[in-house]
């Protein structure tokens, strides 16, 4: 095992120093090909562009040499990938109402949160207000914290020492985080809230770095209506594989994407999010009235009795396959969210927020539901060779 993995560090090694002496498009052409099996590089995508764009690709990566480790490679290959065969487009759309009273409307509709531990429970409005305003998402940097490098931080339900409400020992130097918001303790010692990827709590100040860390999530503003005419084979092999009960099920993704005019991408990443990967109970086909029915977007599975409702609702719709209900969860999502015709909820952000009519046919309670989607949905991107990207982003008066 050992002279294998250093048989494979040195080839790696090879390669990256290949790459490193390429200081010509030409060169670099020659070693990216030669190489990428060994760097990870999926060239059927750079094959697949024109001329004029592979001769921009390289000229991009030729200008950031050198690389200081093959994931560099990597990540500096897929970037330059989406520059020279991607289009991005951004609009604007303005409410008539403040973000105030959009957090008001969601107080009022008990919304949900897993950030605290210990199950669902109902979420406050400091932690409701930072996932509602889209600036959150859209900015390029936001204020964020690092633990400083020799300290083991506490992060605590409340900003004070003087209860034992430790929630998580943050290790040396983790981070950054998001910093929600600010506060003094009874000793004017400042205290930030922030945001982990499992759960939101105070640090005190003392023990931290300040800096900032970029906005994330602008895919749950992204238009959901219109197909990306994917590839079937492309989609199995690489975002479908293993992955329980979707496995091989790119064609009723299409089917479904392609007969309700939505994007594939959102059905595929909302249906790996609801099933847990296609191994959720509802996914795997749950006995009701003596059918074995399937559900996978969790349509009806309400939070007092989700498998009973989730089944009950996947049985009336005659959801009797896996295909069915793939097919059948798109014609719910354009029929009632994202065509509707007083609706139009046509972005995660919409679906789950509702701007136009804030807290009023919203999609689910959890308040973190539209970010959560976002990393699968960009990941999946990160895998077709072109598209265009079409952001709608809501800005409140």
Do not use: C
């Amino acid at each position: 095992f050992t002279a294998a993995v250093a048989e494979n560090l040195a080839a790696q090694k090879t390669a990256l120093e290949a790459v490193n002496q390429a200081t010509s498009t030409q060169a670099l052409r020659a070693a990216i090909t030669e190489y990428a099996t060994r760097l990870e590089l999926d060239i059927s995508r750079f094959d697949r562009l024109k001329p004029e764009s592979q001769q921009e690709l390289l000229a991009i990566m030729v200008e950031k040499l050198p690389y200081d480790t093959a994931d560099q490679v990597k990540t500096a290959y897929i970037t330059a990938l989406q520059t020279v065969s991607s289009t991005t487009i951004i609009t604007y759309v303005d409410y008539e109402h403040s973000l105030t009273y959009a957090v008001d409307k969601q107080m009022n509709k008990s919304p949900q949160t897993d950030l605290y531990g210990g199950g669902w429970k109902t979420a406050d409005r400091n932690l409701v207000e930072w996932f509602i305003n889209a600036n959150n998402f859209v900015e390029e940097m936001l204020p964020a914290l690092k633990v400083k490098k020799d300290v083991y931080l506490n992060m605590r339900h409340e900003p004070t020492t003087e209860k034992n409400n430790v929630i998580l020992t943050l290790s040396p130097g983790a981070g950054p985080y998001f910093i929600i918001s600010e506060a003094q303790d009874s000793k004017g010692d400042k205290w930030y809230r922030i945001l982990t990827n499992t759960r939101v709590g105070w640090v005190h100040s003392g023990y931290v770095e300040l800096t900032e860390k970029k906005g994330e999530g602008i895919f749950q503003f992204l238009l959901l209506s219109g197909t990306t005419y994917i590839d079937p084979v492309e989609v199995n092999e690489k975002i479908l594989k293993d992955k329980g009960i979707l496995s091989g099920k790119a064609e009723a993704f299409i089917e479904g994407a392609q007969k309700y005019n939505i994007n594939e991408i959102f059905l595929i990443s909302l249906a790996l999010h609801e099933t847990g990967n296609g191994t959720s109970k509802l996914a795997t086909g749950v006995e009701y009235k003596g059918k074995t029915v399937y559900n996978m977007y969790g349509i009806g599975a309400v939070d007092s009795d989700p498998i009973n409702k989730g089944a009950e609702y996947a049985y009336n719709q005659g959801w009797f396959t896996p295909e069915a209900a793939i097919i059948g969860g798109a014609k719910f999502a354009g029929e009632n969210y994202i065509h509707h015709p007083t609706y139009k909820q046509d972005t995660l952000y919409k679906m789950r927020w509702n701007p136009a009519n804030p807290g009023v046919h919203q999609y689910a309670t959890d308040i973190g539901w539209a970010a959560k989607q976002v990393a699968n949905i960009k990941k999946l991107y990160d895998q077709l060779t072109s598209y265009v990207l079409h952001f709608e982003i809501p800005r409140y008066k």
